[in-house]
């Protein structure tokens, strides 16, 4: 297993909006799935980004923070808004949920992504995130732009 926040071998990467994040993967699948320099697949990379995307506009199937660390979540908020998330962060157990599938190919992740994208075409991001509280939708885009670029950074083209 890779440690992840010890990983040199990233893109720079800096998306501004939801469209950025989609460019990017259909520049990624513009040619053979991408090489990963982490522990996901690229096609796990994607689900996993996309899931994200859904649970904003859904609701998180997950369990109630305990309330120190919901007190944390909103005290880091707007950094986790602004600057980039760091790599190796570890969930427990009971957010086994936000594991993508590990026999998710390539392919079928960014048909996935494609859909979740165009439900934002009708929908809207109000789910209140489990850690970091109640967002507008123009905060789950910064929150989703950070979080692709952190994970999208270990993914090369092919």
């Not at 690229?42 to 506009?57: E, T």
């Not at 859909?115 to 509280?133: D, F, H, K, V, W």
């Amino acid at each position: 297993m890779v440690k992840t926040s010890r990983v040199t071998d990233r893109r720079k990467l800096q998306f501004s909006s939801m469209p950025d994040i989609l460019d990017d993967v259909e520049y990624l699948a513009s040619g053979d799935p991408p090489r990963t320099t982490g522990n996901w697949s690229g096609g796990q990379i994607v689900q996993h980004v996309a899931m994200l995307i859904n649970f904003s506009i859904d609701g998180f199937p997950a369990p109630r923070l305990a309330l120190p660390m919901r007190i944390l979540g909103r005290l880091v908020r707007k950094r986790a808004l602004v600057d980039s998330l760091r790599a190796g962060i570890r969930f427990p157990r009971k957010w086994a949920f936000l594991a993508p599938d590990g026999a998710i190919i390539w392919e079928d992740a960014v048909e996935y992504m494609n859909e979740s994208m165009a439900r934002l075409g009708t929908e809207r991001m109000t789910a209140p995130s489990p850690i970091l509280g109640k967002l507008a939708p123009e905060q789950w885009e910064q929150l989703h732009c950070r979080h692709a670029e952190m994970h999208f950074s270990f993914m090369h083209p092919a």
